[in-house]
């Protein structure tokens, strides 16, 4: 079955810097676009970036454009999402997401925590 499995998140200070990955199995990782999305407390999950399967072509949250990096490495079935000049309010809990046959699967997602 399909499993996504998120590793990288942790406390840094402000301005500081977070490499999230996601290593993916249980479909053809290549054919499909990959998502992070993030949750914070009290708040509604949101999208924060994604990347198609071919041409890689990438969209982000306004919040978070010039700032973060969503990459993928089709041979090692991972998505990653480079964080720089994090700010307070990108502290949430961090998803992968893909969705096959219509069904949106995720990750049991990474907390993120920005504080001095």
């Known amino acids: 079955q399909v499993q996504l499995v998120e590793s990288g998140g942790g406390k840094v200070q402000p301005g500081g810097s977070l490499r999230l990955s996601c290593a993916a199995s249980?479909?053809?990782?290549?054919?499909?676009?990959m998502n992070w999305y993030r949750q914070a407390p009290g708040q509604e999950r949101e999208l924060v970036a994604g990347i198609s399967n071919i041409i890689m072509s990438t969209n982000y949250a306004d919040s978070v454009k010039g700032r973060f990096t969503i990459s993928r490495d089709n041979a090692k079935n991972t998505v990653y999402l480079q964080m720089n000049a994090l700010k307070p309010e990108d502290t949430a809990v961090y998803y992968c997401?893909?969705?096959?046959?219509?069904?949106?699967?995720w990750g049991q997602g990474t907390q993120v925590t920005v504080s001095s």
């Open positions: 249980g479909f053809t990782f290549s054919n499909y676009a």
């Open positions: 997401n893909v969705r096959t046959s219509g069904i949106r699967h």
